[in-house]
């Protein structure tokens, strides 16, 4: 079985679904009962358990500080009325150079730029391993020429142009796999549409792309499928509740 090594910024998301009745008579804010919760790996780690669910072998190395994502949504109609947030950094990733990258088929970088990696660290990764895949929140540029493919979304896409360069002399853009929500992705050109569905949830739906786009890649070795499996998998997850793994 192949093996993948998962390396990023991992947090705990945790969904109370709750109902509201009433608004506060102290402040014009609502009342909530909490009538479910709902807790699962986020970031980095819905990378890994994505992966792992479609069948490949996972290794992870993240941060040991528990970040957590915590939000509150009205059971009956699932939108959320606020997102709380607890611990915005961690401890920067030690010991690279003691990582044995020969063991793995690929590997992924799921970097939330909480501090786990830095641009350095990244750099030497792609130069470690033959086969890299980058989904980061940090602006692009020369220290990630040597990655593979690039995750991105049209708004981190748009954000960043300037920081690529006028003439893009590194080729970043021809390894961006830029996706755009219900108008599919597009990669070096080519649009890639998705199947109009009800969406309840958009959370995590990146993180399943990119573990579909891994899982389909390592099997057939073509990356134009394997972007066609990877939005039918974020397409099957957005129809679900919360942070769903992919089947």
Known sequence: MKKVLVIGDVCKDVFHYVKCERL???????????LETKSNDGMAGNVARNIKSLGLEVDSICNEEQITKTRYVDDNTNQMFIRVD????????????SIDFSKYSAVVISDYDKGFLSEEDITKI??????????????????CKDITYIKINSFEYNRTL???GPEDEHNLIDKMII????????????VYPVDKVDVKDLSGAGDTFLAGLVWHYLSYENIGSAIVFANECATRVVEQRGVSTIK
């Open 24 to 34: 506060c008579p102290e402040a014009p804010v609502p009342v909530v009962t909490v």
């Open 86 to 97: 607890s611990q915005s950094e961690v401890t920067k990733l030690e010991n690279l150079e």
């Open 126 to 143: 792609s130069k470690l391993h033959p086969l890299t895949f980058l989904d980061t929140k940090k602006y692009l540029g020369n220290w």
């Open 162 to 164: 300037h920081t690529v």
């Open 179 to 190: 996706t755009k929500g219900s108008d599919g992705c597009q990669y070096r050109g080519k």
